[in-house]
């Protein structure tokens, strides 16, 4: 083989390199739905464990995490890049034109696909549930109006589209070096062929402005990123795929891949899942259809099936009675989906 041949072989190589910005340059995220989603992970411990256990140690032995996984819904929007401190203006003074501007996305509502099935005792999130049922391709999809497309559905009533997901993990090993990353390979698979079917549901503009949140399930910290262009694209080829669910795997962070790529000059088959990844700031805010900064940490609808819960149906019935503080009460969207389901497609747009 001359060097000639070997140089059109490693052109066909996808070269992988750090991305250091992304289509948005922040992203503000629902402080109400964060808290909800890291409440739903937590699993509650019958009251009998409990008694037969003494000490807080033991207490905090108890409470067990089942990751998740949720659907973000908002808006893009554009805004100044500089957001600090505005300066007096005076008749004099430059018109804004001139300032940079850039697209940032807000969070208004999360939303938990319902009966999701996590496995190894919790540890994996299904990603099934998403994965099997968000179909950007219309021609594709099922003639039974899933979850997922009945959330799409009501959302663009709204408004609103999807810009994005998030997980929870409880994994000490991603915390356990100094470089700590809360994305693995996994995560970075699962993230790439979201933003793929919303590329196809919205097109490739405005889709690929997509978001990667990843929340500890033990104490709702929470960081955003954007996957790169390249990680993107071999999802796309098929050349990333996840690795299996193992549970003796300590770490998914290091990716095996099925074809060779050129990462520092070098060919490998052993990708670092950080040069997978973009940094994106984010800032917090209440969501417009998270129901209020007052809403129940809990949320209003059943966790496994998404149907009202009875104290939120009294709820509702007792502001409309009252004529007061029924917008407030229907500006959640897990309510607005919950009472879809029980009038109807035609009411459901005219109350959204």
Not at 68 to 97: C, H, M, P, W, Y
Not at 212 to 235: K, N, Y
Not at 320 to 349: K, M, T, Y
């Amino acid at each position: 083989m001359t060097y000639g041949d070997i140089s059109r072989v490693r052109s066909t190589m996808h070269a992988v390199e750090p991305q250091s910005k992304g289509p948005l340059t922040r992203v503000y995220v629902c402080q109400v739905g964060a808290a909800r989603f890291q409440n739903h992970c937590i699993v509650n411990t019958p009251k009998k464990k409990q008694k037969q256990s003494s000490g807080t140690k033991k207490k905090e032995e108890l409470a067990r995490v089942e990751n998740r996984v949720a659907l973000l819904f908002g808006t893009i929007n554009k805004e100044r890049v500089d957001q600090s401190r505005k300066k007096a203006r005076t008749s004099l003074s430059s018109s804004r034109e001139d300032e940079k501007m850039c697209d940032v996305a807000k969070v208004q509502a999360v939303w938990e696909p319902p009966m999701q099935k996590p496995t190894l005792n919790g540890k994996h999130y299904d990603e099934e549930c998403l994965l099997s049922t968000y179909v950007g391709d219309a021609d594709k999809k099922s003639k039974k109006e899933t979850a997922t497309d009945r959330a799409i559905r009501v959302a663009g009533w709204l408004g609103l589209q999807p810009l994005g997901w998030m997980f929870s993990y409880a994994d000490e090993d991603r915390h356990e070096d100094g470089d700590a990353l809360p994305v693995h390979g996994r995560d970075s698979v699962v993230g790439a062929k979201l933003q793929i079917e919303t590329m196809k549901l919205r097109g490739r503009e405005e889709g690929c402005k997509f978001v990667t949140l990843a929340l500890d399930g033990r104490v709702g910290a929470t960081e955003a990123f954007q996957l790169s262009d390249v990680c993107v694209q071999m999802v796309a080829e098929n050349v990333l795929s996840p690795p299996m669910v193992d549970e003796s795997k300590q770490s998914t962070r290091f990716l095996t891949l099925r074809d060779p790529v050129v990462v520092s000059g070098e060919e490998t088959k052993r990708l670092d899942s950080v040069l997978l990844l973009v940094n994106t700031a984010m800032l917090s805010h209440v969501g417009l259809y998270s129901g209020g900064a007052k809403a129940p940490v809990g949320g209003n609808v059943k966790r496994g099936s998404g149907a009202l819960l009875v104290k939120t149906r009294k709820r509702i019935l007792a502001a409309l009675d009252q004529g007061n503080g029924a917008l407030q009460e229907l500006c959640d969207f897990d309510v607005l989906l919950a009472l879809d389901s029980l009038i109807g497609r035609e009411e459901s747009e005219k109350l959204c």
